[in-house]
Each structure stands twice: as C-alpha cells, then as structure tokens.
C-alpha cells in the first residue's frame, strides 16, 4: 500500500524520489521492542542453533515489484472492447413491482348524478346499476407508467418477485388473491407486448418475517419440513396463472445463507428440487421455459495472494458462502465436503454441536441437477486473511479475518468497488461446474440520499459489464445475461437507476449510460460494430405498427366502415334519382 502512493507522489505530485528501500532483510533486534516483533523479509527461528533464514511471502512480492519496477498495468486488468452474443439478456431488477390493484371507474357498477349547481359533487343514486363487465388490464393505470419508464432504458429483461405471502395469506390454496393474481398476469402480458421479457422470482426473502404467509412463519418457517410442501404447492399455483407469459423463472432469490440454519437450508433445497421437477414434469413442454435458483454471490479474495493460510481462508467461506446451497443442485448432490469436514473439526475441537443434515439417495436424486441455468447476484469483493487482527471484524467460527482496504473505492454504504470480483466470480462458477448458462441476475450499488448525478454507479456498471465481457471473451465463460440493480429508488431507496420524489421519476445519469451499453451490445470497436441479424431487419417504423396492432386494427375498422357508408349512401341516391 505504501509504493503505490510513492509512485503517485512522482507522477502527479512531482517529488524528487530516487529510490525505496524497504525494514528489513530479516528479522533480528528491533530496538526498544527487541525480539517481540518481527519485521523482516526472511524469517529466522531464534531458538534453533543453525539460524536458518526462510524467506516470507513478502521477499516474493518485493522480489516481483523489482522485476517489474513497480506495479506495470496487465493487460487482462485493462479495459477491452467487443460485444456480447446476439439475444443477450440486457435486464433491470426491482425487488416487487409497484402493485395497484385499486380498480378504475369503469369497473364500479353504482350510477351518480353531478350536482353542478350547489354541491358539485357525484350523487351516488340508491338501487340503480350498471352491467358487470370482465376486468382488463387496462384497468390498472400503474402497469402503464412502469411499462413506459423500462421502454425508455431500452432493457430487454425485467426481473422482479412475486408477494407469496400476498398471493396466499393463509399459507394454501384455500384463499387465493385472485385480484393480485389478476394484476401480474396482466403486467407480464404488457411486458410482452411491448417486447420485455419478464423473469419472475417466486420467493424472495426480504424481511424479518421473509415475505413468508403469516401461517407458515408462525410455524417455524424454513425449520419446518411443512414449508417444503407448501412451497410446491404455490409453485404449481404461479406456474399455472402466470406460466403462459413467463419463460424464465426463478424459485428462490438470494437466499441470506448469513441468516440461515442448517436445518432450514436443508428443506429450503428440497423445495427448491420440488418446485423444479413441477416444472419440469407438468409445464415445460407447453410452457417452453426454463427455471433454476439465484445465489448471492459475493467474490473472496484472499489478503495476501502468497498466503497458503489466506488462501485456505477464502476458498472455505467460499464453500459456506455459495457451495452450500450450489453444491446440492449443481454438483455432486451433496454439501460440499469441506464444508462437512470443518463443521465435524469445530464440534470436536470446541463447544460447537453443528448439525449438518444429510440428504437420502432419494432426495439427492430429486436436488442433484434441479437447474437450467446458474442465476447468480454479486455486488462487491472480500478480502480475508487466517490471523486475527481486529476482534471485532473476526469471525470465531470460521477463523477468519475480515480485512478493509483502504486503497479500494466504496459507496456511501461503505461496500467495495472491486469490478474484477466479478470476472473471478464467474471463472470460479465455471471451474467447479462446468459450461453452465450463467446470469449475473443482480448487480448494483448504493449512492447517497436523493444525488441524482450518480458518478459511482456509473464508473461501477462500466467496469462492471466490462469485466463481464472479459469472463465472456478471455475465458470461455457462457455468461447469457447481465441485470442490473435497481429499477428505481421507491421500492429500493438508494439503488435505483430512477430517482423518486414528489411522486415523479427522473433518470439519473447511470440509466442513461446503461441505456448506451445496451444500445451498442457491450463496447464494440467503431470499425467492427456489427448488429446482430435479428437487430438489422428491425425499424423505428417496423417497431411503431407493431406496439400499436389494437389502434391500426380500430383504424382500418373504422375507414372500412366509412368507405362501406360513403358507398351505400351513393348506390341509394342513384336508386332514388331513377
């Protein structure tokens, strides 16, 4: 940390620096601490007789920065140019869309009478009504605005979840919201309509109570193998209402493995498994979707990359982090077994008595490859190290050393800008699994309260979606789509690429520069810029005809009709003139 800012010192502040030398070769008679510390290059045990200097990691560091005298920028570290594959997902996230279900004036069935003289107000008239007639989405004037602002981002996905807890308040299928049911079946045909495809988690939890019906949370929630059933159940539910508009959904949204038992990881699996061979056996060949689970998935970087004990660090909380819950599904049909082997350790080393259930062959049958895609969200990058150096950011259970640094940018919520996280993420996901499609389902980051010019995100998104190409370009990977987070600051305050206040919605910068990516299908060289086929047979007037098929079809009705008028009245007029 202290070279970069001496070389910043001669580049940009103009000192006269001629050389660094760094304290010191090895580890000896530091003053007034004497042999309490140790600050050498070479590490030498002080009670053998031969004195034997072994060299640290650092010697190896220092030995490389000479090398190269000083830190030169790798290629693979900097930015590149090109496009990702035509039909690219180019999405947006929004936790839960905005529901309105408040029915319009043309579904109340009363008769009023304006009282335009005195009160001037409508008189509703006792015992008189109108005729029933069936709800249309149009009744929903809420669908229309967040329709408009995703056309505008020119986004071709639009991720959001659905309220199981609103759906089913009692936790089954003996009170169903049907008005609320209503209203996604029509905000998903609008996102049809106008050429958005929607990708609809079932479950996310968000809340202490998760989002779970009342019911089902009084009972113990996810502890409860109940749940698992329960789940299923509201699964075949969505699949059946919502399945003709919706190819891609997702079970379960970034589960909290932080907040998570053992035991409710566990049937959180298997309902995960369930919901998918539902889909799988009664839906897939009418419906022609696809369906899998989205992990959170935050990269960890070791502190020192020379460290074989930092190293060991990062690749545990790795299998903790996201081999728990990916492990199952993705690959053997079990928990990752060094996750098993550290928790039977921490029980036999210490007071701990972690249960670590297992699977039966049937049920590793039902999990083990309950997917179509690897959906996954990443917002920022760890560093960790094995000795502990602050208490209070040390994790016991783990062992491991939570590290800051200072040199790295961070939002006002204090979360890193780390843009090559996610290139690694996205390698690491290949080596354990193989050449599974993968999304990068939610990528966002906070700004301060009420800034509209939100440099951050927009460095944050470049960078981001550049180090996606790289994953993309450089290393094979089968990266499908890319969604950012979030849709907007009113249903996530500080995260959203639209500004919310005095009920009006303003594009922040970071919108508009997302918009430019999408435009362009990533960076593409000006010389090589190719539109992929089924982008050069489109047109602004093609695209016009087609959102408006119900007017020009009113229109041609309705010049018919004129022309079929215009011609009856002439042919009766000569008939009357004989």
């Given at each position: ?13 103009g000192v006269d620096v001629f050389g660094y030398t760094a304290w010191s070769l090895l580890d000896g008679f530091e003053w007034h601490r004497g ?303 060094l996750m098993r082997e550290w928790l039977q350790q921490r029980n036999s080393v210490d007071l701990y008595n972690f249960h670590l259930p297992y ?63 996610l290139r690694k993420m996205l390698k690491w996901v290949k080596s354990k699994y193989g050449d599974v499609p993968i999304y990068v389902m939610a ?136």
């Amino acid at each position: 940390e202290f070279i970069p800012v001496l070389s910043s010192a001669i580049r940009y502040d103009g000192v006269d620096v001629f050389g660094y030398t760094a304290w010191s070769l090895l580890d000896g008679f530091e003053w007034h601490r004497g042999y309490s510390i140790r600050r050498g290059l070479f590490y030498i045990d002080f009670q053998s007789h031969d004195k034997k200097l072994m060299p640290k990691s650092s010697v190896l560091f220092y030995q490389k920065l000479i090398e190269k005298n000083g830190f030169p920028p790798l290629p693979e570290n900097q930015p590149i140019e090109g496009v990702f594959p035509c039909g690219f997902a180019w999405g947006i996230v929004d936790n839960y869309i905005q529901v309105d279900t408040t029915p319009s004036q043309f579904l109340d069935p009363n008769v009023y009478v304006w009282d335009v003289h005195q009160t001037k107000q409508l008189i509703k008239v006792d015992g008189v009504f109108t005729s029933k007639r069936k709800r249309h989405c149009v009744d929903f004037a809420a669908i229309r605005l967040q329709i408009s602002l995703l056309q505008e981002m020119h986004v071709t996905h639009f991720h959001f979840s659905l309220k199981w807890s609103s759906i089913l308040p009692l936790g089954n299928l003996s009170v169903i919201n049907h008005t609320l049911v209503h209203y996604y079946q029509c905000f998903v045909s609008e996102l049809l309509r106008v050429n958005i495809t929607p990708v609809v988690a079932l479950w996310q939890p968000m809340t202490e109570n998760q989002e779970l019906p009342a019911s089902l949370a009084k009972d113990g929630a996810w502890e409860n193998s109940e749940t698992v059933q329960a789940f299923a159940e509201y699964a075949k539910l969505c699949f059946t209402s919502l399945g003709d508009h919706v190819k891609i959904w997702i079970t379960i949204n970034e589960p909290s493995v932080k907040n998570l038992t053992y035991t409710a990881g566990h049937n959180l699996l298997k309902a995960h498994a369930k919901a998918w061979h539902i889909y799988n056996k009664e839906f897939r060949r009418s419906q022609k979707g696809k369906i899998s689970i989205a992990l959170q998935a935050d990269w960890i970087e070791p502190a020192c990359p020379f460290s074989r004990k930092d190293q060991e660090v990062a690749d545990r909380i790795l299998e903790f982090d996201i081999g728990w819950l990916a492990e199952p599904i993705f690959g053997n049909g079990d928990y990752p077994h060094l996750m098993r082997e550290w928790l039977q350790q921490r029980n036999s080393v210490d007071l701990y008595n972690f249960h670590l259930p297992y699977f039966s062959e049937e049920e590793k049958k039902l999990i083990q490859g309950s997917f179509d895609f690897f959906a996954l969200s990443h917002y920022t990058t760890t560093l960790v190290g094995w000795e502990k150096e602050d208490a209070l950011k040390f994790d016991h259970y783990l062992e491991v050393q939570m590290i800051n640094d200072i040199t790295w940018l961070h939002s006002p919520g204090r979360a890193a800008v780390v843009p090559w996280g996610l290139r690694k993420m996205l390698k690491w996901v290949k080596s354990k699994y193989g050449d599974v499609p993968i999304y990068v389902m939610a990528n966002g980051i906070d700004d301060g309260q009420n800034m509209v010019h939100d440099k951050l995100r927009v460095y944050y998104i470049q960078n981001y979606i550049n180090e996606a190409l790289k994953a993309y370009t450089l290393d094979n990977v089968n990266i499908q789509g890319y969604f950012v987070y979030s849709f907007n600051d009113k249903t996530t305050p500080k995260y959203g690429l639209y500004s919310y206040f005095a009920n009006r919605y303003e594009p922040k910068p970071s919108m508009k520069h997302y918009r430019e990516i999408i435009d362009n299908n990533g960076f593409p060289r000006p010389e090589t810029a190719v539109l992929c086929p089924e982008e050069t047979v489109s047109c602004p007037e093609c695209h016009f005809f087609r959102t408006r098929k119900s007017l020009l079809a009113f229109v041609a009705f309705i010049f018919v009709a004129f022309i079929v008028t215009i011609f009856l009245i002439s042919y009766y007029s000569r008939r009357v003139g004989r």
